[in-house]
């Protein structure tokens, strides 16, 4: 149990298009979904927490125009990046939790590799 | 404010050999503790937590970690390596908003 799914998982794009990036927890209801960015060899960093039905909140530094976070359902986020540049090339990451308020553990998914050319 | 330290940024050891991946956390309460792995391009799998109780705990593929008040410490260890093991690890902790603190993570490197 307690599966996260990423799609794609990897998508190459030229730049100035934008590209969408799905998370869902297929076996649970994710509460709330995180979305970090990894930069080669660095640890995660954190870009926004999106809680189902309510807008995402954004780290600070995090364009909010720029990676748009939807959280429609129980089940699925997405994130876009919107006219992507190189800089925006990266791995992103996706987890996701059941509840509000208390620390549930979070379950990650498999990561998204973005390289924009 | 609360962080996560891993202090080796890489550490080398021989298969078949112990390991002890280190990590310090500075907290006022209990923490939530959490090590986790990733191999080159592949997403986070939990190895172990520790949220209370027995302050050694057993994880998955053979790791234990260690709480340790006293040292602010708590040491991810494997009695023997296999080359498989080789991956980054990254020790993590939970904030007062129930959000993940990560470490820099510790790359392991197995030695034939």
């Known amino acids: 149990g307690a599966v996260v799914s990423q799609h794609p998982s990897w998508v190459i794009c030229k730049s100035g298009t934008s590209v969408k990036i799905e998370c869902r927890s297929l076996?649970?209801?994710?509460?709330?979904m995180f979305w970090y960015r990894q930069f080669p060899k660095q640890s995660l960093m954190l870009m926004a927490t999106s809680n189902e039905g309510s807008k995402a909140t954004y780290e600070q530094g995090v364009e909010k125009d720029k990676f748009l976070i939807n959280h429609a359902s129980l089940t699925l986020s997405t994130l876009t990046v919107t006219s992507a540049h190189p800089e925006d090339s990266s791995f992103y990451i996706c987890?996701?939790?059941?509840?509000?308020?208390?620390?549930?553990?979070?379950?990650f998914g498999p990561g998204t590799r973005l390289t924009v050319l | 404010a609360q962080s996560v330290t891993q202090p080796d940024i890489h550490i080398t050891v021989s298969e078949g050999a112990s390991l002890e991946l280190r990590c310090n956390y500075s907290y006022g309460a209990t923490p939530y503790l959490f090590w986790y792995v990733q191999s080159p391009g592949q997403g986070l799998q939990l190895l172990l937590k520790?949220?209370?109780?027995d302050t050694l705990v057993q994880g998955i593929k053979g790791f234990e970690a260690e709480f340790k008040r006293s040292q602010s410490s708590f040491n991810l260890r494997k009695p023997s390596v296999h080359w498989s093991d080789a991956a980054e690890y990254f020790c993590?902790?939970?904030?007062?908003?129930?959000?993940?603190?990560w470490g820099a993570g510790t790359k392991l490197i197995i030695k034939p």
């Open positions: 987890s996701a939790k059941e509840d509000h308020g208390s620390y549930n553990e979070q379950f």
């Open positions: 993590a902790g939970v904030d007062s908003n129930y959000q993940l603190i």
């Open positions: 076996d649970f209801q994710a509460t709330t």
């Open positions: 520790y949220f209370s109780g």
